[in-house]
């Protein structure tokens, strides 16, 4: 039998208290837009990305997007769309897309928060797993969106797999 669920309890609960308190001891330029949305500026290893989540209490779902800083130019849009399917394969959570209005390429990822089931470390997870597909995949982008590369020939520059220890 579920488990029901105070509506008091639920009008409260809000995941973005939740990333704004596990963000916020980074020093990272935090924008809480609304109850609902939150943007982020988070460093990266080639580039800041912007981070923004959204929070959809009819859904009880978190988007989530991590956005490149690049911009992708009209004529090689259909480019980066076979790179974007090629990486998605490989991905096992989220996947990356292209915000067609501005050209810009991100990862993106929703999940369900029921209140009684989510706390800090998924979306700390969530988080951390979307900042190292960007950092992962980024070269990726850069070879294609401006060096001029193909996809193949990008994602075999770009990704390298470690194999051992050192």
Same mark, same amino acid.
């Not at 959570?93 to 929703?110: L, N, Q």
């Given at each position: ?10 009008? $409260? ?5 939740? =990333? *704004?308190?596990?963000? @916020?001891?980074? #020093?990272?330029? &935090?924008?809480? $837009? ?5 943007? =982020? *500026?988070?460093?990266? @290893?080639?580039? #800041?990305?912007? &981070? ?16 490149? #800083? ?97």
């Amino acid at each position: 039998m579920p488990v029901s669920i105070s509506s008091h309890k639920r009008e $409260r609960f809000n995941p973005i208290d939740q =990333v *704004e308190d596990i963000l @916020s001891p980074n #020093d990272w330029f &935090l924008d809480r $837009r609304s109850d609902k949305e939150m943007a =982020v *500026e988070v460093p990266g @290893s080639w580039c #800041d990305f912007g &981070l923004f989540f959204s929070w959809s209490e009819n859904l009880n779902a978190l988007h989530f997007s991590c956005a490149l #800083d690049m911009r992708v130019q009209p004529e090689i849009i259909t480019k980066v769309y076979e790179l974007v399917a090629k990486l998605n394969e490989r991905l096992w959570i989220g996947h990356f897309a292209v915000w067609i209005e501005e050209g810009i390429p991100m990862f993106r990822h929703t999940i369900n928060c029921n209140p009684d089931e989510i706390d800090s470390s998924h979306i700390r997870n969530l988080i951390n797993i979307a900042i190292r597909e960007c950092n992962q995949y980024y070269p990726a982008f850069q070879f294609v969106i401006w060096g001029g590369k193909t996809v193949d020939n990008a994602l075999s520059r770009s990704i390298i797999e470690t194999q051992g220890q050192a």
